[in-house]
DNA sequence: GAAATTTTCTAACTAGTGTTAGGTTTTCGC
DNA sequence: GCGAAAACCTAACACTAGTTAGAAAATTTC
């Protein structure tokens, strides 16, 4: 009883999201056939109707988890008025970047956890698409200091990394129902752009109008 | 031939890499005993004398790496004057974190991509180094602010997530003889405390005297 | 140098791994 | 309702895992 039901749920879908789930706990390794399938509800030789291989499976989680990065990311990006400042944009992929990890957070955490330990085969495909990402967020930040906005000896390389870098540690501690993520995203913004330092404007303010934006609100809580 | 002249080294400790190195690149369960033998030049069946288990193995590799971390920050903030600003403590303890996750960077990166895989009793008990760490960071950015150097509205909780998540994920991009890592630690600080904003100053200049720096210079180059 | 102790090796056991072939059930167009 | 296609299950295969007991080697102690 509700297994009917569970199982009316399209299968490949329910076998991939089990597989997310269960690499991202137990690693790659770690992770055996029988386990995903206990999960999506069905036999681990059912799993071989839908996917050739057990890397074939971790090659399409891996492959979905940084795409929707890519896509939700992308899709602001091209949403915003062409006018906006580049600090808007910033604070745009941030948010975007922060709502994709932690929406689908099964397929993030186990694409971070999961990557290294990886057949060589597969990490390379995978690779590329994270070269694709990265160009993305190259071009934001030196879009933002070609407008003067960053500072000109700012290294926009290390600058890449330690954003990138605290985003996708943010899969590690965020709980829903806890802060929103407009306020996380707000609060690293303004770390990046104006640092934590007294004196510097906490927001930022640019010169556009504020009433723009996507999807940011007032008054959001604390905690 | 080579092999009597490797034996000598302490055995314990010869197990105790091996097993960092194979649980960095293959994950907890993608490590097999019979590999970190192979890796420490000995037989799988004699791990067994140096460890209980394999969990007691990655148990060791866990506390090692993180109670380097604690103990080269703590030594860093420790051999700092008095009289030192927030600022030059928040980039201290920075430096100090980054040349110990780099020097050991089998064992901290063994930490970062297993500590979500291992058994739960191990990670219980490892969890417990961790809090003091954060603890200690806690107090760093609480001092800076309390001193009137960082923003009264800023969130330190966030900010202590953000910085360490970045500076964690340094092992994963940093390769020596590259960038030093009194650049990156330079680097990383100034967009922490004053952002990437242009206008704002890129080096941090408190009320005390900025001839007082440990190690920092003025007039860092890009890139 | 013999005895005692420490350290390592050998060979095996059990349990669990990914994968497969062939049979069963379910779904669906007609 | 019938037959074909899709989806799933069962039972097994070859292989590798952590672990162990006991023998063998290396080292230390006297």
């Known amino acids: ?3 009917k039901l569970a199982k009316s749920a399209n299968s490949q879908k329910r076998v991939l999201d089990a597989a997310a789930k269960i690499f991202r706990d137990y ?23 839908h996917y050739r291989s ?7 989680v891996l492959d979905i988890g940084i795409n929707a990065v890519i896509d939700t990311v992308r899709g602001a990006m091209e949403s915003l ?5 580049g600090v808007e944009r910033i604070e745009t992929a941030i948010r975007a970047h922060l709502t994709a990890i932690i929406e689908i957070g099964d397929y993030t ?32 930040l030196l879009h933002a200091q070609q407008r003067g906005e960053l500072r000109p000896d700012a290294n926009l390389t290390l600058a890449r990394l330690f954003i990138l870098g605290a985003l996708n540690w943010t899969v590690e501690w965020y709980k829903p129902g806890g802060r929103s993520i407009e306020e996380v995203a707000r609060e690293f913004t303004a770390m990046v752009v104006s640092g934590l ?10 010169a556009a109008a504020p009433a723009a934006w996507p999807r940011a609100r007032a008054g959001r809580r604390a905690l």
Do not use: C, H
């Open 1 to 3: 009883m509700a297994k």
């Open 27 to 49: 690693g790659y390794a770690g992770t055996t056939m029988r386990a995903i399938a206990d999960e999506a509800d069905l036999q681990a030789g059912s799993i071989y109707y």
């Open 54 to 60: 057990k890397d074939d499976l971790i090659g399409a």
């Open 81 to 85: 008025p062409a006018e906006s400042t």
């Open 109 to 140: 955490l186990a694409t971070r956890r999961v990557f290294g330990q990886v057949p060589e085969a597969i990490r390379t495909k995978n690779l590329k698409l994270r070269d694709t990402y990265a160009t993305m967020w190259r071009e934001i």
């Open 197 to 206: 330092r007294d004196g510097a404007p906490a927001a930022a303010e640019p």
